[in-house]
């Protein structure tokens, strides 16, 4: 009996060995860290193989897409977990490369005089996807080169429909054929055909689930129809097997990413703001429906909820503005709260925001609201303060008025006033004005007055200055001038005014008149026959006189002593002195010279015309000679170098005056 309950304690105690063992066991494996690698350079297959071999469950790991122009499609761009770090609380995010972007923005060069082939090479180096070329008939450019594209802007996305014009010469034949069965046809056998027959191919792309990738699954023409060379057609090219899509609204992002998986496809995800899908449940998905090819990228949009909107009450609208402008930005602009603004006069700082309005009614927390909804908010601006016209006040009794309203006092002017005493308010700004707001005013300066007697003897110019001034702030008077002439004065001062109500009468001095001296006797005042002398213009003018010797004034025209404006005009005649006994005129004998020899005139024929010239010219060169070519139709049988006349025509190896003049003709053949 002791020996059985011995057996039993060791059974007992064996066993809660075995189950302590189990524990640790667990506990140990519990706590092993899983340490996240480096996926540099790794593929998404490498992830998937460590997430298996660590068995890691589908809540612990998330995939995002993203387009890459540097890592190839399906390789690893980025990790949230840094390499060497251990796995814990935080989802582990894997930012895989999608591929280069289809929509990538590349600048098309300028492909003049670039063949079709040429091209074409630069488009799929460039990975554009929806590029076209038509064959258009062009009188300029050689067959096969380049004509023309359908955008404007060079810079376009790599998936843009791009329609490449080539020239097909200066005519482009219409010529029947008949539509091929393109079935069988890869695209470059497509593309062939095309090019040889200058027909503008349009490829489209489709999902199928019997038709294999590459293949042709229809053609518009059909198979067998007529076709015109340098017409346009239209293959659709299966994309391979396509996959169902379907709507996933208000589903969640674990039910959509399971099913991207099982179907081989990709997917990105965009939170936004929505007033009907729970937040973190998917609003909408593209395409949602028809077929899609396996490797294609599905979109997302996850609902965020409501928009949270603050409460700004009390603070200022520059930093309401700010926030609105923040918020508005924020899961891909999806917020688009709208703002109203009400001005209201308060005694808070300009710009304070007295009250917050969602749907009619104030709010003081935070309210969560749909998207697209207008905000209202009443804005502090200053209490408006009336000002009315102080005209007549004095200008210290004004100052108080302002002061008390709570305002200050702007720009002071004065001007003259026939009917206010000086000091007395004449005007001022009126209306309504905020707090602080300056206020403008013109204070009089009582009645003009002026006393004309000081300026006796002072110059004219200075008391118009004084009294324009004085007119530029009301003084109203005018002021004219009557120049005459005053030993006394001197030119331009005052001899004497008058004042007629406001206006002004002054006569100006001009100056002494100049009294005419006795030039008759004397030698002339002038040098040359004008100057400017003794305070007059005088013109000199000579005759012969046999009483007066030379340059003696003989007579002027204005009598000495006579007292005459300055610079008058007077006239002095001078003497010659006699006039002298006339030159007999001497009897001029012409000079006479030999003409030579013109018989027969072809003495002087040349080789060429100007070589005809260069004889006629040496021959007279004693006489004065004419040259007249004869060419064209005076010209008809092209004679060059030859001499037609000579005139005069008879005289001929005879002496005769210097001056007379030849006519000769020659005929130009060239």
């Given at each position: 009996?002791?020996?059985?309950?011995?057996?039993?304690?060791?059974?007992?105690?064996?066993?809660?060995?075995?189950?302590?063992?189990?524990?640790?066991?667990?506990?140990?494996?519990?706590?092993?860290?899983?340490?996240?690698?480096?996926?540099?350079?790794?593929?998404?297959?490498?992830?998937?193989?460590?997430?298996?071999?660590?068995?890691?469950?589908?809540?612990?790991?998330?995939?995002?897409?993203?387009?890459?122009?540097?890592?190839?499609?399906?390789?690893?761009?980025?990790?949230?977990?840094?390499?060497?770090?251990?796995?814990?609380?935080?989802?582990?995010?894997?930012?895989?490369?999608?591929?280069?972007?289809?929509?990538?923005?590349?600048?098309?060069?300028?492909?003049?005089?670039?063949?079709?082939?040429?091209?074409?090479?630069?488009?799929?180096?460039?990975?554009?996807?929806?590029?076209?070329?038509?064959?258009?008939?062009?009188?300029?450019?050689?067959?096969?080169?380049?004509?023309?594209?359908?955008?404007?802007?060079?810079?376009?996305?790599?998936?843009?429909?791009?329609?490449?014009?080539?020239?097909?010469?200066?005519?482009?034949?219409?010529?029947?054929?008949?539509?091929?069965?393109?079935?069988?046809?890869?695209?470059?056998?497509?593309?062939?055909?095309?090019?040889?027959?200058?027909?503008?191919?349009?490829?489209?792309?489709?999902?199928?689930?019997?038709?294999?990738?590459?293949?042709?699954?229809?053609?518009?023409?059909?198979?067998?129809?007529?076709?015109?060379?340098?017409?346009?057609?239209?293959?659709?090219?299966?994309?391979?097997?396509?996959?169902?899509?379907?709507?996933?609204?208000?589903?969640?992002?674990?039910?959509?990413?399971?099913?991207?998986?099982?179907?081989?496809?990709?997917?990105?995800?965009?939170?936004?703001?929505?007033?009907?899908?729970?937040?973190?449940?998917?609003?909408?998905?593209?395409?949602?429906?028809?077929?899609?090819?396996?490797?294609?990228?599905?979109?997302?949009?996850?609902?965020?909820?409501?928009?949270?909107?603050?409460?700004?009450?009390?603070?200022?609208?520059?930093?309401?503005?700010?926030?609105?402008?923040?918020?508005?930005?924020?899961?891909?602009?999806?917020?688009?709260?709208?703002?109203?603004?009400?001005?209201?006069?308060?005694?808070?700082?300009?710009?304070?925001?007295?009250?917050?309005?969602?749907?009619?009614?104030?709010?003081?927390?935070?309210?969560?609201?749909?998207?697209?909804?207008?905000?209202?908010?009443?804005?502090?601006?200053?209490?408006?303060?009336?000002?009315?016209?102080?005209?007549?006040?004095?200008?210290?009794?004004?100052?108080?008025?302002?002061?008390?309203?709570?305002?200050?006092?702007?720009?002071?002017?004065?001007?003259?006033?026939?009917?206010?005493?000086?000091?007395?308010?004449?005007?001022?700004?009126?209306?309504?004005?905020?707090?602080?707001?300056?206020?403008?005013?013109?204070?009089?300066?009582?009645?003009?007055?002026?006393?004309?007697?000081?300026?006796?003897?002072?110059?004219?110019?200075?008391?118009?200055?004084?009294?324009?001034?004085?007119?530029?702030?009301?003084?109203?008077?005018?002021?004219?001038?009557?120049?005459?002439?005053?030993?006394?004065?001197?030119?331009?001062?005052?001899?004497?005014?008058?004042?007629?109500?406001?206006?002004?009468?002054?006569?100006?001095?001009?100056?002494?008149?100049?009294?005419?001296?006795?030039?008759?006797?004397?030698?002339?005042?002038?040098?040359?026959?004008?100057?400017?002398?003794?305070?007059?213009?005088?013109?000199?003018?000579?005759?012969?006189?046999?009483?007066?010797?030379?340059?003696?004034?003989?007579?002027?025209?204005?009598?000495?002593?006579?007292?005459?404006?300055?610079?008058?005009?007077?006239?002095?005649?001078?003497?010659?002195?006699?006039?002298?006994?006339p030159t007999p005129t001497p009897t001029t004998i012409p000079a006479m010279c030999k003409v030579p020899t013109y018989k027969p005139l072809s003495i002087f024929n040349g080789q060429t015309y100007d070589q005809a010239v260069s004889n006629v010219t040496y021959a007279f060169s004693d006489f004065h000679i004419e040259i007249i070519k004869v060419e064209g139709d005076d010209n008809p049988d092209a004679f060059n170098g030859v001499i037609k006349s000579i005139t005069p025509s008879?005289?001929?190896?005879?002496?005769?005056?210097?001056?007379?003049?030849?006519?000769?003709?020659?005929?130009?053949?060239?």
């Amino acid at each position: 009996m002791k020996n059985k309950k011995t057996l039993a304690l060791i059974i007992l105690a064996s066993s809660l060995i075995v189950i302590v063992g189990i524990l640790l066991t667990f506990m140990l494996l519990s706590n092993k860290k899983i340490v996240v690698p480096d996926f540099s350079d790794k593929t998404i297959d490498d992830v998937e193989t460590w997430i298996s071999e660590n068995k890691l469950e589908e809540s612990a790991y998330d995939y995002i897409y993203e387009y890459n122009e540097e890592i190839e499609d399906d390789y690893i761009i980025s990790q949230s977990i840094n390499p060497g770090e251990a796995l814990k609380d935080e989802k582990l995010i894997i930012t895989v490369s999608d591929g280069k972007d289809p929509d990538y923005i590349v600048l098309i060069p300028d492909f003049n005089n670039k063949t079709h082939v040429e091209i074409e090479e630069w488009f799929i180096e460039n990975l554009f996807t929806n590029y076209e070329f038509e064959y258009v008939q062009s009188d300029t450019i050689e067959k096969e080169k380049f004509v023309s594209l359908n955008v404007t802007d060079n810079n376009q996305a790599r998936s843009a429909l791009i329609l490449v014009s080539i020239s097909y010469g200066k005519e482009v034949p219409k010529v029947e054929i008949d539509m091929p069965d393109l079935k069988d046809y890869t695209k470059t056998n497509i593309q062939a055909w095309a090019k040889t027959n200058a027909i503008t191919m349009t490829f489209k792309t489709q999902a199928s689930n019997t038709i294999p990738e590459g293949k042709v699954i229809s053609q518009n023409p059909t198979a067998g129809s007529k076709i015109l060379t340098g017409s346009k057609a239209t293959v659709t090219l299966s994309s391979g097997k396509g996959i169902s899509a379907i709507s996933f609204s208000g589903k969640t992002k674990e039910v959509a990413e399971a099913w991207i998986k099982e179907n081989g496809l990709k997917s990105t995800y965009t939170d936004v703001y929505d007033g009907k899908i729970q937040s973190g449940l998917i609003i909408s998905n593209s395409p949602s429906s028809g077929a899609i090819a396996q490797g294609s990228s599905v979109s997302f949009n996850i609902s965020k909820g409501l928009v949270p909107v603050d409460n700004y009450t009390n603070k200022s609208k520059t930093e309401f503005d700010a926030y609105i402008s923040k918020l508005n930005a924020s899961y891909n602009k999806s917020a688009k709260i709208g703002v109203t603004v009400n001005n209201e006069e308060s005694n808070l700082a300009e710009g304070t925001i007295i009250s917050q309005i969602i749907a009619g009614k104030s709010i003081s927390t935070t309210t969560m609201v749909a998207p697209g909804t207008t905000i209202t908010i009443k804005i502090a601006v200053p209490k408006k303060i009336s000002v009315v016209s102080k005209a007549g006040s004095s200008e210290n009794d004004f100052k108080t008025y302002i002061t008390n309203l709570g305002l200050t006092l702007g720009s002071k002017s004065e001007r003259y006033d026939d009917n206010k005493s000086s000091g007395i308010i004449i005007s001022n700004d009126v209306g309504t004005y905020s707090l602080k707001a300056s206020i403008n005013y013109v204070v009089s300066k009582g009645k003009y007055t002026v006393d004309l007697n000081s300026y006796v003897n002072k110059s004219y110019s200075e008391l118009a200055n004084q009294i324009n001034n004085a007119n530029a702030i009301g003084a109203g008077y005018s002021i004219s001038k009557n120049e005459q002439y005053s030993d006394n004065i001197s030119s331009g001062n005052i001899i004497s005014c008058s004042l007629n109500g406001k206006a002004i009468s002054c006569n100006v001095s001009k100056g002494p008149q100049v009294t005419v001296k006795n030039y008759v006797g004397i030698y002339k005042p002038c040098i040359v026959n004008y100057c400017e002398v003794d305070g007059l213009k005088i013109t000199q003018q000579s005759i012969y006189n046999d009483t007066y010797e030379t340059g003696i004034v003989i007579y002027q025209s204005i009598d000495a002593n006579t007292k005459v404006d300055p610079q008058t005009a007077i006239t002095l005649t001078i003497s010659l002195g006699k006039k002298p006994e006339p030159t007999p005129t001497p009897t001029t004998i012409p000079a006479m010279c030999k003409v030579p020899t013109y018989k027969p005139l072809s003495i002087f024929n040349g080789q060429t015309y100007d070589q005809a010239v260069s004889n006629v010219t040496y021959a007279f060169s004693d006489f004065h000679i004419e040259i007249i070519k004869v060419e064209g139709d005076d010209n008809p049988d092209a004679f060059n170098g030859v001499i037609k006349s000579i005139t005069p025509s008879d005289l001929s190896d005879q002496t005769i005056d210097c001056l007379t003049k030849f006519k000769i003709e020659i005929y130009s053949g060239q």
